[in-house]
């Protein structure tokens, strides 16, 4: 019963390398996320996929790209990693409409830069 | 303008004590409510959710809420807190006004002293 499943769990990056988050969800879901949690400042939305071919900026995709690759993948993309970018990183993903159906976590990836 | 408040960043109770922890959205009609629980290392699991109807609503693990509409809040609460219950607790909020899109509050970081 695996959910959502995020690899890799931890990463440590130096200023500028490139490295790209895979996520993955087994339950048939239409729409994914991508949120970073940092300390004091909750769960911010980074992208959003509504459906299979698409996807929308959230509150902070500044930094990021998306590949919503099929129904069950969507991947995140650090081009160009910076300090700032630091956090933990989850994937999410809905069988409901946008914004009104219960989230599916994954375990997370915790990001370093130096 | 914060669209969820979460005003304790962290709260102790003892073991077998009642727990409220508060929630507050700035905005919305008809807002889809919901809080989510995160256990050290893990990603963020659903505890309630509220779309309509009856405004007290039942969870998991004995948790309940209750929506106030005069007040805009949607307070969690549980009647004897156990050790197992220390967490970070989440609170958001989605729906048309928030574009379709959920909005968590910072956290409230729950300690239980024995």
């Known amino acids: 019963n695996a959910g959502v499943t995020q690899t890799p769990k931890f990463q440590v990056l130096k200023t500028g390398q490139s490295m790209t988050l895979q996520c993955a969800q087994d339950m048939n879901h239409n729409s994914m996320y991508w949120y970073r949690q940092d300390p004091g400042m909750g769960l911010r939305l980074i992208y959003y996929?509504?459906?299979?071919?698409?996807?929308d900026k959230g509150e902070v995709p500044n930094g990021y790209n998306v590949s919503r690759l099929n129904k069950r993948e969507f991947s995140l993309r650090l081009e160009s990693a910076a300090p700032s970018q630091t956090s933990v990183y989850f994937c999410?993903?809905?069988?409901?409409?946008?914004?009104?159906?219960?989230?599916?976590f994954g375990e997370g990836s915790r990001l370093t830069v130096l | 303008a914060q669209s969820v408040t979460q005003p304790d960043i962290h709260i102790t109770v003892s073991e077998g004590a009642s727990l409220e922890l508060r929630c507050n959205y700035s905005?919305?009609?008809?807002?889809?409510l919901f809080w989510y629980v995160q256990s050290p290392g893990q990603g963020l699991q659903l505890l309630l959710k509220?779309?309509?109807?009856?405004?007290l609503v039942q969870g998991i693990k004995g948790f309940e809420a209750e929506f106030k509409r005069s007040q805009s809040s949607f307070n969690l609460r549980k009647p004897s807190v156990h050790w197992s219950d220390a967490a970070e607790y989440f609170c958001a909020v989605g729906g048309k006004e928030y574009g379709n899109k959920l909005v968590f509050g910072a956290g409230t970081i729950l300690r239980v002293k024995s």
């Open positions: 509220y779309f309509s109807g009856d405004t």
């Open positions: 996929s509504a459906s299979e071919g698409t996807t």
């Open positions: 999410a993903s809905s069988g409901g409409q946008l914004g009104t159906g219960e989230l599916f």
């Open positions: 905005y919305g009609a008809t807002p889809y």
